[in-house]
């Protein structure tokens, strides 16, 4: 049985762009949860700005909080140097950074140009493995800007091979904005695949425009390794207009292993973990799967 792994970012990119501030507990509950559900890789906070995003303002106190384990591994997102030096302080054992495809979306999200970006990414890449990490880069906004439009694919495949050159575990294609459609998906993840070889692709799906689930099928049946998501499918960026949220968590799940992958996540504590984030963000999150429950052996909502 062919293996994807999940990794979940709903304590980061989940959180981030909500008005409903959840404390350091409920995050690392969260996280918590998350993990009892299966989850071996988690996003846990980004190390930006306060005054830009004060849903991250407490990343240190819930990277101090995390219970230490060798199986798991935590990630920091960072978007400069100096976000990079304190998720090491913050000893979080892998560092995600992000760079962008368009010059459009760099300059509003980072201040500064694509190529710089994906300078300040590699030189992230250097800075970890010299301090023993781990370190991942993705490109935002690779099927779509919502402030320059199309992205020419060419341009990402540029931009992995130089990424993948910093020595990065993996370089991932987040669709920032939710424009991409299957087609787009299996093409881009096919062409990046092979430029970078063997070093694996992450996807990272924004479900704008419902493509979500169908652009995570055909990112993983074009190769892609590792797919991210969200539990409740909650999510969105601050910086992308109208950007909603992630693919959710449970959704993925139930359909990979539907269809004879691994993910080694439980999809009942899955459900249960969104339950619990829905009570607290008191509304009804996007995903589907915890609507309807698993199948068989659907468990019920409270």
Known sequence: ?????????????????????????????????????????????SFVSPKL???????????????????????????????????????????GAVCAASDGFAIRNQGQTSDESLAMCCEVVRLARQEGRRAQITISTAFGCPFDGEVDPQRVVDMAKRAAASGPVEVALADTIGVAAPRDVADLVTRVKTAIAPLPVRVHFHNTRNTGLANVWAAVSAGAATVDASLGGLGGCPFAPRATGNVPTEDVVYMLERSGYHTGLDLNRVIEAEEWLASNMGRELPGMVSRAGNFPGAIARR
Do not use: C, H, W
């Open 1 to 45: 049985m062919a293996e994807i792994e999940i990794v979940e970012v709903g304590a980061r990119d989940g959180l981030q762009n909500e008005s409903v501030l959840f404390s350091t507990a409920q995050k690392l509950e969260l996280i918590r949860r998350a993990i009892d559900a299966g989850v071996r890789r988690i996003e846990v906070a």
């Open 53 to 95: 995003v004060p849903q991250m303002a407490d990343a240190d106190a819930v990277s101090a909080g995390l219970v230490k384990r060798d199986d798991v591994i935590y990630i920091g997102l960072v978007l400069n140097k100096r976000g990079a030096l304190r998720a090491i302080e913050a000893g979080l054992g892998e560092l």
